[in-house]
């Protein structure tokens, strides 16, 4: 499947519509450049599972952990991980993202997943590609 989307808010609508058909346990890795709107996809993700709060990059943190709030996804937890600065995958064991990946209430969405293939390699996961059309447009394939 392939969008176009020419504003953040567009992307914003497309993570949207995609947070209805994700279940427990499905992992879903983030490829783009730097700005692509990797973040922006995951705000609309969140927003239409029922996430209340604020979605932030977690760039400098590695891991953001927020509650899901519509019980009509059966799910407890989004967890949002971003690898860019991350030095080697054991950084990310020590934090404990490997107790969510694949677990049955929880969804993750992983950035730059290139840097932690080890750790995904067992499991099953969703592949979605940003890419720079242009200054204002963005291919999003699935």
């Known amino acids: ?3 176009t989307s020419t504003a953040a808010s567009e992307t914003r609508s497309i993570g949207n519509d ?3 058909s994700l279940h427990g346990g499905d ?3 983030l490829y783009g450049d730097l700005g692509a709107g990797k973040t922006t996809l995951v705000k609309g993700i969140a927003e239409g599972l029922g996430v209340k709060e ?3 990059s977690p760039t400098f943190t590695l891991m953001n ?6 019980e009509e996804f059966r799910m407890k ?3 949002h991980i971003d690898t860019y600065r991350l030095k080697d995958e054991q950084e990310l064991i020590n934090i404990g993202a490997e107790d969510y990946l694949g677990t049955p209430d929880t969804i993750c969405i992983i950035e730059w997943p290139e840097k932690i ?3 995904l390699k067992d499991k099953k996961i969703k592949k979605i590609r940003i890419e720079h059309v ?3 447009k963005r291919k999003i394939i699935m």
């Open 1 to 3: 499947m392939e969008y």
């Open 18 to 20: 995609l947070a209805k």
């Open 27 to 29: 992992i879903l890795v």
């Open 54 to 56: 604020d979605v932030t």
């Open 65 to 70: 952990v927020y509650g899901i709030q519509n």
């Open 77 to 79: 937890n989004l967890i």
């Open 117 to 119: 293939e080890g750790l």
């Open 134 to 136: 242009d200054e204002n």
